[in-house]
């Protein structure tokens, strides 16, 4: 639990947004380190609140209705839920760098796209607007941009989407934060480009000492990238530990549907359109309704008479493997 070699400790997060039937928890008690130097992939079907998590740690959640309701969120020593906002945009693109899962909200269609990595330069750093135009150059160079000094002028509808997705990256990695949070930077891309972007940031990671903790729906980019895997399901974290062993031998019937969901086929780049992926059967619960047993418990193959009645927490796996919240690995309280 939380020491040095640890950059990011998030603790017991609960999140609250307001949806049109009133509050919902969309987040609850989800825990887990991203360590220095390393990638942790947050798996977990849509809507399991991987991207909220990743909103909540930088604080920008929907601004009406939505609240950290409790849970700390540590990063390298200082508790980003007590700091003020100002504080924050202090650490928010600085020491933090965010690719947001929607391109929408991140380049902005009436700017060039050197003006905007120039833009998040000069927000931190008061070089001249020369040199942080030279730099973003480099930036641009650095994250395989072809002919950067020319596409640094060019206006972000220009450019494919692979190379906006470069110029994201670039603009998240702009100030050489400790930490990158990257949610689904690679689904809206062909296979050949989003093989390029995990290539740049197994790189980055190498080059750079930094930290990535990366959203994504495919087990195969997760297991290319993470050390450390965190899995998701329905505002919770139900399992998380080395990437390997997750990968290789799950130990929470969710995490081994959502592996079995995927076809063999696609852990070797073969492209496989999205649509004729099996998933996992029956639906996520609705949060205003959910289990009062384990959450998963509906769906789950392997669910007994006491899965339906009894929270499961979360259970330490032998030699440092992890944990797992399932009733089947015994439940002598561990953590919540
Ligand atoms: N702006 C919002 N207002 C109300 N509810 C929201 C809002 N954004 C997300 N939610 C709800 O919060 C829950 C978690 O959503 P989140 O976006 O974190 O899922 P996700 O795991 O990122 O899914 P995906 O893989 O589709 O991106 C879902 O139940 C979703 O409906
Ligand atoms: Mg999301």
Redesign the pocket.
């Known amino acids: 639990m939380g020491n040095d070699s640890e950059l990011l400790t998030v603790r017991d997060l609960t999140v609250k947004?307001?949806?049109d039937g009133g509050s919902?928890e969309?987040l609850s008690r989800v825990g887990f380190d991203v360590p220095r130097g390393k990638v942790v992939g947050l798996m977990?079907?849509?809507?399991?609140?991987?991207?909220?998590?990743a909103?909540s740690i930088v604080r920008l959640l929907?601004e009406i209705?939505?609240a950290i309701r409790s849970g700390t969120v540590m990063f390298d020593g200082v508790d980003l839920t007590k700091l003020s906002e100002r504080e924050l945009e202090k650490i928010r693109g600085k020491q933090i760098g965010f690719v947001f899962?929607d391109p929408l909200a991140s380049l902005n269609p009436v700017y060039r796209v050197g003006s905007q990595i120039v833009e998040a330069i000069r927000l931190h750093e008061h070089i001249p607007a020369k040199a942080a135009r030279v730099r973003a150059i480099e930036l641009l160079r650095r994250v395989g941009v072809p002919q950067p000094e020319e596409r640094v002028d060019a206006y972000p509808h220009e450019l494919s989407g692979g190379l906006r997705q470069r110029v994201m990256i670039a603009v998240a990695i702009a100030c050489s934060p400790a930490l990158v949070i990257a949610?689904?930077p690679t689904s809206a891309l062909d296979m050949v480009t989003q093989r390029q972007i995990v290539l740049l940031f197994r790189d980055l990671v190498r080059t750079q000492g930094m930290s990535l903790l990366i959203?994504a729906?495919d087990p195969a980019l997760l297991a290319e990238l993470s050390d450390e895997l965190v899995v998701?399901y329905a505002?919770q974290v139900v399992e998380h530990g080395p990437a390997k062993r997750v990968l290789e031998k799950p130990a929470h019937p969710y995490t081994m549907a959502l592996l079995r969901s995927v076809l063999p086929a696609d852990f070797g780049a073969v492209v496989q359109p999205r649509s004729l992926l099996p998933v996992v059967e029956g639906h996520p619960p609705d949060?205003r309704r959910v289990p009062l047993g384990c959450r998963f418990q509906p769906r789950c193959d392997s669910a007994f008479d006491d899965c339906a009645t009894r929270k499961p927490h979360l259970m330490k796996l032998p030699l440092d493997q992890g944990e797992a919240r399932c009733l089947l690995l015994g439940d002598k309280e561990s953590s919540p």
């Open positions: 947004l307001a949806t919902l969309v977990g079907e849509s809507g399991s609140g991987k991207s909220i998590t909103l929907p209705g939505s899962q949610d689904e959203i729906h998701m505002g949060l």
